[in-house]
């Protein structure tokens, strides 16, 4: 009778199979990669959160500006005055002169203001970038945030 010795060594070996290894490597990756993903979705949801925040805060600068000298203000009349904008915020014509300010990065402004100055519209519009997919923003001089709905162009009509 012949003894197997290898047959009796494995019965003998614990440990995991190389399926069970490979399943559970594959699990892991795939969990991997849907919290990568939603961090991504959260990531571009707080720069848009940014974006409104400033626009808003720009719209109550507006209305400081007009209670002050009965007009709205644009770009340049609201840094003038010197405390009611960050200079670090990005105009529309300073795309390739980015602040370190974190609305910089990623939008551009770029105010609309009517021939009287009765009427301003405040556009928020995603810079150029390969990594993320932001939306374009507007507040108009009633205060409403919209989606701004124009193609990376606003000054088009």
Same mark, same amino acid.
């Given at each position: 009778?012949?003894?197997? %010795?290898?047959?009796?060594?494995?019965? =003998?070996?614990?440990? #995991?199979?190389?399926? /069970?290894?490979?399943?559970? &490597? *594959?699990? %892991?990756?795939?969990?991997?990669?849907?919290?990568?993903?939603?961090?991504?979705?959260?990531? /571009?949801?707080?720069?848009?959160?940014? *974006? %409104?925040? *400033?626009?808003?805060?720009?719209?109550?600068?507006?209305?400081?500006?007009?209670?002050?000298?009965?007009?709205?203000? =644009?770009?340049? !009349?609201? !840094?003038?005055?010197? =405390?009611?904008?960050?200079?670090?915020?990005?105009?529309?014509? =300073?795309?390739?002169? &980015?602040?370190?300010?974190?609305? &910089?990065?990623?939008?551009?402004?770029?105010?609309?203001?009517?021939?009287?100055?009765?009427?301003?519209?405040?556009?928020?519009?995603?810079?150029?970038?390969?990594?993320?997919?932001?939306? &374009? #923003?507007?507040? #108009?001089?009633?205060?409403? %945030?919209?989606?701004?709905? #124009?193609?990376?162009?606003?000054?088009?009509?």
């Amino acid at each position: 009778m012949r003894l197997n %010795i290898t047959n009796r060594y494995l019965k =003998d070996e614990k440990g #995991f199979t190389l399926i /069970e290894v490979l399943t559970v &490597a *594959a699990m %892991i990756a795939i969990l991997a990669t849907v919290a990568l993903a939603s961090m991504h979705r959260s990531r /571009e949801a707080a720069y848009e959160a940014q *974006a %409104i925040g *400033a626009l808003r805060t720009l719209s109550s600068m507006e209305y400081v500006y007009f209670f002050d000298n009965k007009v709205f203000a =644009d770009w340049h !009349q609201l !840094q003038a005055v010197g =405390d009611l904008v960050d200079s670090d915020y990005v105009k529309a014509d =300073d795309m390739d002169n &980015a602040f370190d300010h974190p609305i &910089a990065m990623k939008y551009s402004l770029h105010f609309v203001i009517n021939d009287n100055g009765s009427d301003f519209t405040i556009y928020a519009y995603p810079q150029l970038t390969a990594h993320y997919y932001l939306r &374009a #923003f507007s507040v #108009f001089s009633d205060g409403a %945030i919209n989606n701004a709905g #124009f193609e990376l162009n606003p000054t088009s009509p």
